[in-house]
């Protein structure tokens, strides 16, 4: 009964895909004030979930909305053959998912998320039911080893609007995202150049990916 109400809030009262940046907060900061995926310089994967009520919140304290997630991701952790806790632990391997920061004001809530590994993202929002994205595939990886999985035959485009060739995308220092889905990404690391079904590049650290396959290139 818990996790059917937990799940009832979050799609009822989520807002959507919510066409802000990550860089609000001003250089390369995660505001995390829309529901987005963050990839940081070293490709760690978190996520936030964010979401208005239409009514006054009367059912969950920021206590009581935390214990709801929490649930669920240690459901998550042990299927997945991890410790049954929420939340990471200094000097232990990350969790496959782990509660970073819950927040209630008003009729606003916030859950970030941190990932063990780009697939948990993922398998999280399946299990939970996530709408807030369509993402089906999320990969990281250095740029050359991401566009020879997949990427090398795509057309790129600078944030500019100026066309990229691929092969000089795979220099060391490059990083890449590959989303198939849409869904707000936004990276630690400043953008090189997006694939073409990536529908808007918002920010220098933003960009919002179409279905279908997007590579997103960073540095």
């Known amino acids: ?47 936030a979930m964010v979401f208005t009520a239409s009514e006054a919140n009367e059912l969950y304290s920021k206590e ?4 709801e997630a929490g649930e ?21 391997a990350k969790l496959p998912v782990a509660l970073k920061a819950c927040s209630l004001e008003g009729q606003t809530g916030k859950l970030i998320f941190d990932y063990g590994s780009p697939s948990d993202f993922v398998g999280f929002a399946r ?47 490059y990083q890449a995202v590959a989303v198939e889905g849409a869904a707000m990404v936004c990276m630690e690391g400043k953008l090189v150049a997006a694939s073409t079904k990536v529908t808007a590049v918002l920010d220098e650290h933003t960009v919002m990916t179409g279905e279908g396959m997007n590579y997103i290139i960073f540095k």
């Not at 009832?8 to 609000?24: D, F, H, N, P, R």
Request: negative net charge.
């Open 1 to 47: 009964m818990k996790k059917r109400k937990f799940l009832s809030c979050l799609i009822l009262g989520t807002a959507g895909l919510l066409m802000v940046s990550c860089g609000k907060l001003g250089g390369a900061k995660w505001a995390a004030d829309g529901n987005s995926i963050y990839v940081t310089k070293d490709l760690q994967v978190q996520s």
């Open 64 to 67: 009581e909305l935390a214990a």
């Open 72 to 92: 669920w991701i240690r459901d998550y952790n042990v299927a997945n053959g991890a410790e049954a806790i929420s939340e990471n632990t200094d000097g232990k």
């Open 127 to 173: 299990e939970t039911g996530d709408t807030t994205h369509t993402v089906t595939t999320l990969q990281t990886g250095t740029a050359a080893a991401v566009l020879a999985a997949g990427g090398s035959e795509e057309s790129f485009t600078a944030p500019d609007g100026s066309t990229v060739e691929s092969g000089s995308l795979t220099k060391d220092g």
